[in-house]
């Protein structure tokens, strides 16, 4: 069973352009969540799909956002980039039931903007 | 509001020495999620456990056993016998159950950066 993958793996941006991240989950996985990681603020929660619905969402501004597709693929965009939002985005994946918890990583992608 | 604290940042062992890692928590919940990754050198979150706040048992998995007291808000991770391959950076996380389904707003520590000697 294929693993959990993000693409692009690395990025640069230049402040003021805007970002977009694709994960594609693990077959037959319908939650995807993703996650800020960074030196200052370490790992943070931005939000959760499942099913299509943003189920959850964490303490970030509107500038971030996000969407899921029908094949449970999703992406996750930042408009006007700044430069602190340089970090490593990391999407998870899970069956996203209550019994059904276990979330599986992919490598992330790192994101630059200067 | 919620709250990890991990206030170890960095171990050094030998190996085949026992580590605890230490993981502190705050919540006015009473129905919440515990959680424990390991973030090898390679960058991917590996999930290690999931505890809830009804389930005190403590658990043992191999090396890696978790000792979980609502009395002192702690969940600790040991691992026994600690091998080169256990150096990674291990976080500590908890959700509130705002529904028990899922993820919702995680807090995660700051981690716990373990380097195990040869």
């Known amino acids: 069973k294929a693993g959990v993958t993000q693409t692009p793996r690395y990025l640069i941006k230049t402040r003021g352009q805007q970002v977009t991240l694709s994960c594609s989950p693990i077959?037959?996985?319908?939650?995807v969540s993703w996650y800020q990681q960074t030196p200052g603020q370490g790992l943070q929660f931005l939000f959760e799909y499942f099913s299509e619905t943003q189920r959850n969402k964490g303490n970030f501004p509107g500038r971030f956002s996000g969407r899921q597709f029908s094949n449970s693929r999703s992406e996750m965009n930042v408009s006007t980039l700044e430069l602190g939002d340089s970090a490593l985005y990391l999407c998870a994946s899970s069956l996203g039931t209550s019994d059904s918890y276990e979330q599986y990583f992919g490598p992330g992608t790192r994101l630059t903007v200067t | 509001a919620q709250k990890v604290t991990q206030a170890q940042t960095e171990i050094s062992v030998v190996e085949k020495e026992d580590v605890t890692l230490d993981c502190v928590y705050e919540?006015?919940?009473?129905?919440?999620?515990l959680f424990w990754y390991k973030q090898p050198p390679s960058g991917e979150l590996v999930f290690l456990i999931r505890r809830n706040s009804f389930d005190e048992q403590n658990e043992i998995s191999g090396r890696y056993s978790w000792n979980f007291q609502k009395s002192t808000s702690s969940f600790n991770f040991t691992i026994t016998a600690s091998q080169v391959v256990d150096s990674a950076v291990y976080f500590c996380?908890?959700?509130?159950?705002?529904?028990?389904?899922?993820?919702?707003?995680?807090?995660f520590g700051a981690g716990t950066r373990l380097t195990v000697k040869p």
């Open positions: 919540t006015r919940d009473t129905t919440y999620y």
């Open positions: 996380a908890l959700s509130e159950a705002l529904s028990l389904e899922g993820n919702n707003d995680m807090r």
């Open positions: 077959s037959g996985h319908r939650s």
